[in-house]
């Protein structure tokens, strides 16, 4: 093993943590990887300059990295390797908001939620919102250009960051783009690290764009019988316009969020679409009858429209909720898996079909309005025959987006759980130029070893 005790010298005091109970609990992320290994020893980084130290170091001495924010990885990005260095960037903290240029330059341990809260006291709007916003960090967000609930109308991380600093292998570090909404010099490096999965480098700062205050939202939810009439009510929504929101609830959701909330969702419904516009005026009036119509034309037994934040807010919240509240009812495989919308209504019903043949339960959310699906495979890892079924189902639903010309990943990452599947999305070719470009800028092969490939 090797000997941590100059770097502990080279770095602030507790900065470097060795304790196995802490380094226990650094582990794993909230994906729960059962084969994660143990870090040789916990960076704590308050600068990019701790992270330069101990980016060197590891370079020095050939120790492999790993890169953790508030290990929200739904994919296994965040995995501890056994004798790897651990660096999180959860203690960087700090952001700055510029009204001139509507802009937040953030450290990469703000939570999501903070940045948002930042702006708003300016007027101003950060739309990107996973699930886990309130938990999340911006650094993790842009690593794994995340996306969220508005996406549908407003875009993923990528069409928000203007800038980034990032530490490289050889421990330099260097900026990329800033404020300036146009800027077409060089080649779009900013953009090749906004998703790299903490491949290439280190981000220590991101520069992100903001907007005015969103309008306040109207919802619309939807009661359908079945996953296919709401799939297909999905289609005739994006056909003629983009939503604020368009998310998606099936039945085994429904009834373990209301489980969790008691918020008097109808248990017996096959599917529930909630839908939002935050247009104004007569164009927002026009865009809900729009919605309304669609669903009642695709056979919707109730279509509930309200102007009120806080109904609205609760829908919201009650599919935020519906990972932990299917989580309570076993372990989790979860899916990321999107397609063309046209084949949305097939993908689900795909995913029905893979769950009945395995005789396992598959619990169905989805970022409907741009094809997003979360499939969530639910078993008890004690049954040995329940989990190999359950991974089967996995990788079939995994397969099945493939061969619809979808992705195995929207906005969780492949990570270290997805990465067997990548090259049949991608082929031979393009895993070869990712492998070349991770080649060119990490040479040793020291970040996030495991990770996508």
Known sequence: MVDVSSL????????????????????????????????????????????????????EHAVPIITRGAGTSLSGGATAVDGALMITTEKMRGVTIDTATRTAVCAPGMFNAEVKAAAAEHGLWYPPDPSSFEICTIGGNAATNAGGLCCVKYGVTVDYVLGLEVVLADGRAVRLGGKQLKDTAGLSLTRLFVGSEGLLGIITE???????????????V????????????????????????????????IGAVEDMLAMGLDRTAGAMLIAQSDAPGPAGMAEIALIEQAFRDNRADEVFTTDDPDDGEAFTAARRAAIPAVE????????????????????????????????????????????????????????????????????EVMGLAVQMG?????EHGVGRLKKGWLPAQLGDDVMELTATIKNALDPQGLFNPGVLL
């Open 8 to 59: 502990i010298a080279a770095l602030p005091d507790k900065t470097v943590v060795t304790d196995p109970d802490i380094l226990a609990a650094y582990r794993q992320d909230r994906a729960a990887d059962p084969t994660a290994g143990t870090p040789l020893a916990l960076v704590r980084a308050q600068s990019t300059a701790d992270v330069q130290t101990a980016v060197r170091w590891c370079a």
């Open 206 to 220: 991101v520069t992100v764009r903001l907007l005015p205050a969103q309008n306040a939202a109207c919802t619309v």
């Open 222 to 253: 939807g009661i359908f019988p079945t996953v296919h009439d709401a799939s297909k009510a999905v289609l005739a929504v994006t056909s003629q316009t983009r939503p604020a929101m368009l998310e998606f609830m099936d039945q085994t959701t």
């Open 328 to 395: 309570r009812h076993g372990s989790l495989l979860l899916e990321d898996v999107g397609v063309p919308l046209p084949a949305l209504p097939d993908l689900v019903d795909g995913v029905a079909a893979i769950a009945a043949a395995h005789d396992v339960t598959i619990a169905v959310i989805a970022h409907a309005g741009d094809g997003n699906t979360h499939p969530l495979i639910v078993f008890d890892p004690t049954d040995d025959d329940e989990a190999r079924r359950a991974q089967s189902a996995f990788d």
């Open 406 to 410: 979808g992705t195995i990943t929207g």
